[in-house]
């Protein structure tokens, strides 16, 4: 069955640094998005991607925040300067009609 | 804008007992329903989703959900959990269209005692 693969799956950084999460989604897939968990929470939305744009974005995803898809199969989450609270477990997510597929997640854990 | 509850943060059962986890979604518009199941430290896996027609759903690992418009419900069922169930679950829901963001509930923990 597809699959949605990210890496790395752990990531460690020091406060103030750049940070890139990488996904590639499901080859036929239209629809990209990222999400993230903080540790004991709930699953937040942070932007949605297609056609080469974002098409949504939540109030989390300021401007720190980019999401690029630069080769036409990779899709990523850049963390310009990070800070501790973004410590985190981030998802990535693509979906063709309704319903998305998951991957496994990156815990970026920020010191 | 979409909304969900789950009901309940924890459930305990024994092993071989039936399960409900309950969630309810509010919106304005047509919606998508899911249920995704969370292992410790790994990533969701898709249970189920009611997108349309029969209102009673089948997924993975013998689980099974009812869609109920009229109590906007979207209970999720199994009738003999295994100890390996032990996870949590999580409802979304997304806009009836062909693509968009999901919103989660806060999630229950299934906690299967022998």
């Known amino acids: 069955e597809p699959e949605v693969t990210q890496t790395p799956s752990h990531q460690v950084t020091q406060m103030g640094q750049e940070v890139i999460l990488r996904c590639v989604p499901i080859s036929n897939h239209l629809y990209f998005y990222w999400y993230r968990q903080i540790l004991g929470q709930k699953v937040e939305f942070l932007v949605s991607?297609?056609?080469?744009?974002?098409?949504?974005k939540s109030e989390i995803f300021d401007d720190q925040f980019s999401v690029e898809r630069p080769d036409g199969s990779n899709f990523t989450l850049k963390i310009r300067s990070t800070k501790l609270e973004d410590s985190a477990m981030y998802f990535c997510?693509?979906?063709?009609?309704?319903?998305?597929?998951f991957g496994s997640g990156t815990r970026l854990t920020v010191v | 804008a979409q909304s969900v509850t789950q009901l309940d943060s924890q459930v305990p059962v024994f092993e071989e007992a039936p399960v409900e986890l309950r969630c309810n979604y509010s919106s304005s518009v047509s919606v998508y329903l899911f249920w995704y199941v969370q292992y410790p430290n790994q990533g969701l896996q898709l249970l189920l989703k009611y997108l349309s027609g029969s209102t009673l759903v089948k997924g993975i690992n013998g689980f099974e959900a009812e869609f109920n418009k009229s109590q906007t419900s979207f209970h999720l069922r199994k009738p003999s959990v295994h100890i390996s169930d032990t996870a949590e679950y999580f409802c979304a829901v997304s806009r009836g269209t062909n693509a968009g963001k999901s919103t989660f509930g806060d999630g229950t923990t299934l906690t299967v005692k022998p």
């Open positions: 997510a693509s979906s063709y009609l309704a319903g998305s597929t």
């Open positions: 991607f297609y056609n080469n744009e974002i098409s949504e």
